[in-house]
């Protein structure tokens, strides 16, 4: 029986991504898609392979001639063999166009694979998100409370007017109708990442790695771009579009096949004649050019695949650029708002003394505790989205976990 404890221990990002990997009903149809070409593969292999079948028939005819040769019946049994010798070299291309797809569907699913873990880890840190903003509320609520009990007692003294209390408790409605928002969107994200992960995150999650990730040289990812799934599965479409062009080519070239019968049962003046054997050669001559417009699409085709490579290049470095640049700047905004509540601290401590000592009014203090407030409060949002965007840099690299 599994132990109780372990199964409530908080979700990593790596184990919420292995849940998502299971549940994806994407991730399962891609991986059907690459089944798929299997079966085709087999199909074009077939073609070159040689066939065998057993053939019974029972022909009736009229008897009612004068030769001596004519049957009323005439049974046949035979095994028939067959097997293509030329066709144009159609069935090896078509075999290496299969493999070429096949490598295609297989860079798919892997690039499915990461771009769910831009899904999982944008659910999984924006619900982190919103529960450490809920606890920095709860504290900020604390200060508020800690202010109206210093206010109540400065009242009793006589040194501190009503007006004060009231607004400091204004501050305190306020930041409970923000918990309350925050709580629907923690609700929100719980159950966006239930849905990814197929199970509901009540448990609790955990991120292990406290610490931002750090940034390399761009020429460093842009080093990765040809590498992408995306970009490699564009490159075997090209492939497959290239042997499309040699399977269409290939039926200007005449067909040879070897075919013979070996009789089991035969009547008549055949009933002697065991085996036969035949060369078969088929040389196209004129189709209607049927051939040619094959031929002609299948290039266009090939040469569009082509293109859609190229296009596929150029949007990858962009995607890595974008994404680069886009992590980059939410780590220098991080490292800025750290300073900023650094700063903000230290002004409400000061206010605070100088509240006491009858330098400044109430207003300024609160005014203060809500300049750290929404700093803080910033600096969470800012956090968690650099970390988003450190997963959407990797998966724009072609990376996962």
């Known amino acids: 029986m599994p132990d109780a404890s372990h199964e409530r221990q908080p979700l990593t990002l790596a184990e919420a991504y292995a849940l998502a990997l299971k549940q994806s009903e994407t991730i399962a149809i891609k991986g059907e898609v690459l089944k798929e070409t299997e079966g085709r593969f087999l199909q074009a292999l077939a073609g070159a392979l040689p066939r065998a079948s057993f053939k019974a028939s029972e022909k009736r005819q009229d008897g009612s001639g004068s030769s001596a040769f004519t049957l009323k019946n005439i049974p046949e049994r035979k095994f028939v063999f067959s097997q293509p010798l030329f066709s144009g070299f159609k069935e090896f291309a078509a075999m290496a166009g299969v493999r070429a797809e096949r490598r295609e569907r297989a860079h798919d699913k892997v690039r499915a694979e990461q771009l769910l873990l831009v899904d999982v880890s944008n659910a999984f840190y924006l619900l982190l998100e919103q529960r450490e903003t809920l606890n920095a509320y709860e504290v900020i609520r604390s200060a508020l409370i800690e202010r109206i009990d210093e206010l109540d007692g400065r009242e009793r003294l006589g040194r501190s007017r009503r007006s004060e209390r009231v607004s400091a408790e204004v501050q ?229 976990l």
Not at 263 to 281: F, H, N
């Open 172 to 400: 305190v409605h306020r930041t409970l109708a923000d918990v309350e928002s925050v709580r629907r969107n923690e609700t929100l994200a719980r159950k966006l990442l239930a849905f990814l992960i197929g199970r509901d995150p009540s448990e609790g999650i955990a991120d292990p790695e406290s610490s931002l990730p750090s940034l390399g040289e761009l020429s460093t990812y842009l080093a990765k771009a040809d590498a992408r799934s995306d970009v490699l599965a564009a490159e075997e479409a090209w492939h497959v579009a290239q042997k499309q062009v040699a399977i269409a080519r290939s039926d200007f070239w005449p067909d040879v096949s070897a075919e013979g019968n070996y009789y089991t049962k035969r009547t008549g003046v055949a009933e002697d004649v065991k085996w036969d054997a035949m060369l078969v050669v088929d040389v196209p001559i004129f189709q209607g050019g049927k051939v040619l417009g094959a031929t002609r699409e299948a290039s266009a085709k090939e040469r569009e695949a082509k293109l859609e490579l190229a296009r596929v290049r150029r949007a990858a470095s962009l995607d890595i650029q974008d994404a680069y640049e886009k992590f980059l700047s939410a780590m220098e905004r991080t490292a800025t708002l750290e300073q900023a509540v650094a700063s903000a601290e230290e002004n409400y401590r000061l206010q605070r003394e100088d509240y006491r000592l009858s330098l400044v009014n109430n207003l300024e203090v609160l005014q203060s505790l809500q300049s750290l407030q929404d700093t803080r409060l910033d600096l969470i949002a800012a956090r968690y989205e650099t970390k988003r965007l450190y997963w959407g840099l990797r998966a724009a690299t072609g990376e996962t």
